[in-house]
């Protein structure tokens, strides 16, 4: 039996690099031969063959076209049994390639990050992206959205054959011991019953931190905080 063949792809390295090296291993050690495609090169453990296209940051770019063309030709030559889709951008033009390559029996899921446009974007942006994920909708096969925003946009649009919503990417609770988190408390000068959120994101108005802060007020009072 053939070992099965899967395309990871991702606008840059960094994304690939900082976030899924854990999945990657996991598909390796389930025989799975994984491939990777983006700009730059990938250093992730368990990468069998690196793709080196990167994309522009635009949906109009011409290049991006050129490079969904030559990846269609990749992807008829290899014959991945699966491709694995993260971040808007890449996503649209790699399952764009595989609406040229001719879909066949490779599957194809989008991991959602956030789409790129809510009730705040203008009506023609959110029309031509709208539009953009309706093209290829049926090539794919999964979609997997970690909020429910981004859930309601999907099945309301009928962006995939199958639609599902999961709680975050989770935490690999055997890195973190209670003596670890008791030291960093009192290194911080946080009481061991203090409660602290946390949300790992760069501050931009596209993350929403004023969501956060706009709604700390409705956490229970029963709570001990922090007193600085």
């Keep these: 039996m053939s070992e099965?063949?899967?395309l990871y792809a991702a606008s840059n390295v960094s994304h690939i690099e900082s976030y899924h090296g854990p999945y990657i291993e996991w598909l390796n050690d389930r025989g799975w031969k994984v491939y990777?495609?983006?700009?730059?090169?990938?250093?992730?453990?368990?990468?069998?063959?690196?793709?080196n296209l990167g994309f522009t940051?635009?949906?109009f770019s011409v290049s991006n076209f050129i490079v969904s063309l030559?990846?269609?030709?990749?992807?008829?030559?290899?014959?991945f049994d699966l491709i694995w889709?993260?971040?808007?951008?890449?996503?649209?033009?790699?399952?764009?390639?595989?609406?040229?390559?001719?879909k066949g029996k490779t599957r194809v899921i989008n991991t959602v990050h956030g789409y790129l446009f809510d009730d705040k974007t203008s009506v023609l942006k959110k029309l031509l992206l709208t539009a953009a994920e309706k093209l290829t909708a049926p090539v794919t096969d999964l979609i997997m959205t970690m909020n429910s925003f981004d859930y309601n946009i999907a099945v309301k649009n009928r962006l995939a054959k199958k639609i599902v919503n999961i709680d975050g990417v989770g935490v690999n609770f055997n890195r973190f011991i209670r003596h670890d988190k008791a030291a960093a408390r009192r290194e911080l000068g946080l009481k061991e019953s203090a409660f602290i959120m946390i949300y790992p994101a760069e501050f931009s108005e596209r993350k929403n931190q004023r969501f956060l802060i706009e709604n700390i007020k409705n956490l229970p009072r029963n709570l001990s905080y922090p007193s600085r």
């Design 70 to 79: 030559k990846l269609a030709g990749i992807i008829r030559a290899e014959g």
């Design 85 to 102: 889709v993260h971040t808007s951008l890449a996503a649209f033009f790699v399952r764009l390639a595989v609406i040229l390559a001719g």
């Design 36 to 51: 990777s495609l983006c700009g730059g090169e990938a250093k992730v453990k368990g990468i069998h063959k690196h793709i």
């Design 57 to 59: 940051k635009s949906l």
């Design 4 to 6: 099965k063949k899967v």
